[in-house]
C-alpha cells in the first residue's frame, strides 16, 4: 500500500464466511487526492498547503486523509502530527505507472472501508480516476482548478469527469470562466476559493545589506520577477522585461533587473540580456527558498510579471510588502490587483506597455505606490481567515446530484457565464490618482 506514517488504517476488520471478504464499515469525513505537496515549491504546492491550513482552521476540524501521489513518506511535512485531523498516504515509487496504480488501488479501498463525506481531487491529472472511483462507489467529488489547465477543451472523459463533480473549485473568476467556456460547465457548481497571503511573513522592511550587496544592488533601482524559468512556460513576461529594459534605462540610468526562479530557459534568457546590451543590468539569482522570498521582496521597488497567470499568488506577496506591482491584463491576476485598483495591469506582449508602466510605478506619484496602502487592502481581501471562510462555505454545500449538461454547447455556457459571474467584484481603477471613495 501507499506509505503513511500513521500507518494505513487496520481497524476495518475482514469477515471472512463462504469465501466472501466483508469489511466493517467506518466513516472518515474528506479524502483530498493531490499530486505532489511538498517535496517541491511553487504556486499550486503553496497553494495545496494554504488549502490544509484552512482546513486546521476549521472549527473542531474533523479527521481527513489526504493521499499524495509524488511525495515519499520522508519528506518534511508540518501537517502530519499525531495530534493533528490529517492521516497522510504518500505515494512516491521509482515508476511513474506503478505509483499511479498503488494509489488507485490504495483509494478505492478507502473508499469502501472509510465511506469519506467527499473527495477533493486536487488536480486535472488525477481527476479520470478520482472520477471513476468515485462514481462507482457513489461518493460526491469536487475538483481543484488552477489555471491553463482548464482554460482549454479537456479530453471527453476529462471534461464529462469535471461535468459530474459536485463542485469545481476555482482560485479566480477569470479561470472560473474560461474553464466554464471550454469544458460546457455549469458556473453554478463553481466555488472561488482565491489564493491568499500570509501578512506575517510578507511585510514592509527595509532592504538588507547582505544582499544588497551579494547581488550588487547597492544605490540601484530594482525591479524584480519571482518565477520558474521553463522553455514550456515562456507565458511568465521575463523576456517582454528585458526587452523594455533599454528603454526603462534611457529615464532611469540605475535601473537593475532582478529575476528570481531556476530553469532550462535561463540560459535563453541570459543570452538574450546579452544580445541587448542589458547584461550587466540583469541579475539571475536561482532558486532563492520561500523562507528568504519576503527579504528579496524588499529589495525591489517594483514587482514586474507581465504574465498569464490562474492567479499570481506571487503579486499577493509583493503587495503584502508594500511594493507596487504590474501584471497581464488577460489573466487571473484581475483577482489580487483587484481589476488595477492595486496596480498596473498591461498586454502581456506589449514591450511599449510595459515600459510605460515600469516608469509610472518607479515615479511614485500614483496611488498605486502608497505601500501601506496596498498592503491594507490586499490584506482585507485575501488573507488566510479569507480562505478559511471559503472552504468552510464549500465544505458545507450539500452535495449535488450531478449529470453532464445535456446538449451543453460553448454558447450555452457563456450565457450562464454572462448570467451568474461575469460581473466587476472589485471597483474599476479608473485611471492613473484616480480612486473611488
Known amino acids: 500500500m501507499i506509505g503513511n506514517r500513521k500507518g494505513w488504517p487496520t481497524d476495518a476488520p475482514e469477515l471472512v464466511g463462504h469465501g466472501l471478504a466483508v469489511f466493517v464499515f467506518q466513516t472518515s469525513t474528506?479524502?483530498?487526492?493531490?499530486?505532489?505537496?511538498f517535496s517541491s515549491e511553487g504556486g499550486i504546492q503553496s497553494y495545496v498547503r494554504d488549502i490544509l491550513q484552512a482546513y486546521l482552521a476549521q472549527s473542531e476540524a474533523p479527521p481527513a486523509d489526504v493521499f499524495v501521489l509524488r511525495d515519499p513518506p520522508t519528506v518534511e511535512n508540518p501537517?502530519?502530527?499525531?495530534?493533528?485531523?490529517?492521516?497522510?498516504?504518500?505515494?512516491?515509487?521509482?515508476?511513474?505507472?506503478?505509483?499511479?496504480?498503488?494509489l488507485a488501488l490504495t483509494l478505492a479501498l478507502y473508499l469502501v472501508r472509510r465511506r469519506p463525506q467527499r473527495i477533493i481531487c486536487g488536480h486535472q491529472r488525477l481527476l479520470g480516476m478520482v472520477s471513476l472511483?468515485?462514481?462507482g462507489a457513489n461518493i460526491p467529488y469536487s475538483v481543484i482548478t488552477y489555471g491553463k489547465e482548464v482554460w482549454s477543451p479537456l479530453p471527453w472523459w476529462d471534461q464529462r469527469a469535471l461535468q459530474r463533480a459536485d463542485q469545481?473549485?476555482?482560485?479566480?473568476?477569470?479561470?472560473?470562466?474560461?474553464?466554464?467556456?471550454?469544458?460546457?460547465?455549469?458556473?453554478?457548481?463553481?466555488?472561488?476559493?482565491?489564493?491568499?497571503?500570509?501578512?506575517?511573513?510578507?511585510?514592509p522592511g527595509p532592504a538588507a545589506n547582505d544582499l544588497i550587496d551579494a547581488y550588487n544592488l547597492r544605490d540601484s533601482q530594482v525591479i524584480m520577477t519571482v518565477a520558474r524559468l521553463w522553455s514550456g512556460d515562456i507565458y511568465k513576461g521575463v523576456d517582454v522585461t528585458l526587452r523594455a529594459l533599454p528603454a526603462i534605462a534611457e529615464v532611469i540610468p540605475k535601473i537593475k533587473y532582478l529575476v528570481i526562479g531556476r530553469g532550462d530557459d535561463q540560459p535563453r534568457l541570459a543570452a538574450l540580456a546579452q544580445d541587448l546590451g542589458i547584461a550587466d543590468r540583469v541579475i539571475f539569482a536561482g532558486f532563492v527558498p520561500t523562507a528568504a522570498l519576503p527579504a528579496h521582496y524588499r529589495l525591489a521597488q517594483a514587482y514586474v510579471m507581465p504574465s498569464q497567470e490562474g492567479f499570481g499568488i506571487v503579486y499577493l506577496e509583493a503587495l503584502a510588502c508594500g511594493i507596487p506591482v504590474l501584471s497581464g491584463d488577460q489573466d487571473g491576476s484581475a483577482d489580487p490587483l483587484q481589476d488595477g485598483r492595486l496596480g498596473w495591469r498591461v498586454p502581456s506582449q506589449d514591450v511599449n506597455a510595459v515600459v510605460t508602466a515600469c516608469l509610472a510605478m518607479l515615479s511614485g506619484r500614483d496611488r498605486r505606490c502608497n505601500g501601506v496602502w496596498l498592503r491594507q487592502e490586499t490584506l482585507a481581501a485575501f488573507s488566510p481567515p479569507t480562505l478559511a471562510h471559503r472552504l468552510t462555505?464549500?465544505?458545507?454545500?450539500?452535495?449535488?446530484?450531478?449529470?453532464?449538461?445535456?446538449?451543453?454547447?460553448?454558447?450555452?455556457?457563456?450565457?450562464?457565464?454572462r448570467q451568474h459571474h461575469l460581473t466587476t467584484d472589485y471597483p474599476q481603477h479608473k485611471g492613473e490618482g484616480e480612486y473611488p471613495p
Request: hydrophobic share 40%.
Open 133 to 135: 472511483l468515485c462514481t
Open 393 to 417: 462555505q464549500a465544505l458545507a454545500l450539500t452535495p449535488a446530484v450531478n449529470h453532464p449538461i445535456p446538449g451543453a454547447t460553448t454558447l450555452d455556457a457563456t450565457i450562464r457565464c
Open 30 to 37: 474528506y479524502g483530498f487526492v493531490f499530486l505532489e505537496v
Open 168 to 203: 469545481i473549485w476555482a482560485i479566480s473568476r477569470y479561470s472560473r470562466d474560461r474553464a466554464c467556456l471550454a469544458n460546457h460547465l455549469d458556473p453554478q457548481r463553481v466555488q472561488l476559493l482565491p489564493c491568499v497571503v500570509d501578512g506575517d511573513r510578507f511585510s
Open 79 to 102: 501537517y502530519d502530527r499525531d495530534d493533528g485531523p490529517f492521516t497522510f498516504h504518500y505515494g512516491a515509487t521509482p515508476w511513474a505507472l506503478l505509483g499511479r496504480l498503488r
